[in-house]
């Protein structure tokens, strides 16, 4: 039997059940995620009462056993609901004595992952396959004591998102896992417009953005119906072609927040290194572009964002304190806040500082940017991570979290 992940392991597994002519079902499990960093997760809970716990993160983030509970509890009624809205009024398959094969569309950290193997297991299945397209070799290597064998098309060492090794990574709708669960058997794959997908209207190209009478190379993506859109300020020695950038963007892009990656420099500018560090001239730069964004691309009431790395977040927030840049949302990834020391407490988007449990040094500059920061501010931790968020799950956690600070307060938020 064929167990997917919903919701994108449900289109994987779907082709995997139909080559091996073999039933098709979902196994449901839900992220624990730490009180006030939902995205951070803690652990993972299944149907049948599993329950798996990152004891580093729990410890980390000091989650008291009563706060676990509590959130397993609403966690465990969204499972419940899930269950309810993917299987509608069929029985769940059962797998007592069989194989069951957990199919997802990839693994990160690879929590998920184990929950479904003790759901499994606890559910009777005498053998249990982990099977995925794309995980680094340390998750796989963890998950070998949770499943009796474990198939994985390719294993990277250069690992920071499943994201990253999809050309299409938008999210599964859930009308869709619904389509192919009742398909299964039919001996064809549902037409794409039977699936519940929205029309998608998007803009997606190489722009030329005006910062002034200078002219930088830039890539924006505007999802059907954007309302918002993000700018990034990459760090020093990147450009809008920063992978991990890129990545992020395609995360906000599948929660329809539009995304705007440039070049602060002209490839001249860029040949004088005194400019790459020039955090006054890179705010300047990203000011100027934000107004021609709202002016000659007739986007004057679309809520604006920013994104900045490292040295960009410094420019970010520098560009944000201006009286006028009427900036909706700040985040800063491994940002260095402490170049825009003078002006934080003029800042009034609200900012959420993201850094690595261990880029120490990094970690106390934001602890103290925070402290000088008056508007409303968020200083979120990954455990375990590093400046650049190389480690497998990371740079995830970090979209996940960029996503969600941006859609509050550029979508949710009255304009």
């Not at 992978?243 to 070049?263: C, E, H, W, Y």
């Not at 001249?268 to 021609?292: C, G, K, Q």
């Not at 500082?353 to 979120?380: F, H, P, S, T, Y």
Request: hydrophobic residues 45%.
């Amino acid at each position: 039997m064929v167990l997917a992940l919903p919701r994108g392991g449900v289109p994987v597994a779907f082709e995997v059940a139909r080559a091996l002519e073999a039933p098709l079902d979902v196994i449901v499990v839900r992220k624990l995620g730490v009180p006030l960093q939902p995205e951070l997760g803690m652990g993972a809970i299944g149907e049948g009462g599993a329950r798996v716990l990152n004891a580093v993160v729990v410890r980390d983030a000091g989650v008291s056993s009563e706060q676990i509970a509590a959130i397993e509890r609403t966690e465990r009624a969204e499972l419940a609901r899930r269950v309810r809205r993917f299987r509608g009024a069929r029985e769940r398959l059962s797998v007592a004595g069989r194989t069951a094969i957990i199919v997802d569309d990839g693994i990160a950290t690879g929590s998920t992952a184990r929950a479904a193997c003790r759901v499994a297991r606890a559910q009777g299945a005498s053998h249990v396959v982990l099977a995925v397209p794309v995980a680094p070799p340390e998750s796989l290597e963890s998950l070998r004591h949770d499943a009796d064998e474990v198939v994985c098309v390719e294993t990277p060492e250069y690992f920071f998102a499943i994201g990253q090794w999809y050309a299409d990574f938008s999210q599964t709708p859930d009308d869709e896992v619904v389509a192919l669960l009742e398909s299964t058997g039919a001996g064809e794959k549902p037409a794409v417009e039977d699936l519940g997908h929205e029309a998608r209207d998007v803009m997606d190209e190489e722009v030329e953005v005006h910062a002034g009478t200078v002219l930088l190379s830039g890539h924006l993506t505007l999802p059907g119906g954007a309302r918002s859109v993000v700018m990034f300020a990459h760090g020093s020695g990147s450009s809008r072609h920063s992978p991990r950038n890129q990545f992020v963007a395609s995360v906000l892009n599948r929660d329809r927040l539009g995304t705007l990656l440039f070049d602060l420099l002209t490839a001249e500018e860029e040949l004088d290194r005194a400019n790459v560090f020039d955090i006054t001239l890179l705010a300047r730069r990203l000011a100027e572009v934000t107004l021609w964004l709202r002016s000659e691309l007739k986007m004057r009431h679309t809520r604006v964002g920013y994104f900045g790395a490292s040295t960009g977040a410094g420019a970010a927030l520098l560009a944000a304190a201006e009286p006028h840049a009427q900036i909706g949302a700040v985040v800063s990834r491994g940002g260095r806040p402490d170049l825009a020391a003078s002006r934080l407490g003029e800042v009034r988007a609200p900012t959420l500082l993201i850094v690595g449990g261990r880029d120490e040094l990094v970690l106390e500059l934001n602890r103290k940017a925070k402290a000088q920061l008056r508007c409303e501010n968020r200083l979120a931790i990954v455990p375990e991570a590093t400046h650049l968020f190389e480690e497998p799950g990371a740079l995830e956690i970090v979209a996940d979290m960029a996503s969600s600070w941006f859609t509050r307060h550029l979508l949710e938020s009255p304009s």
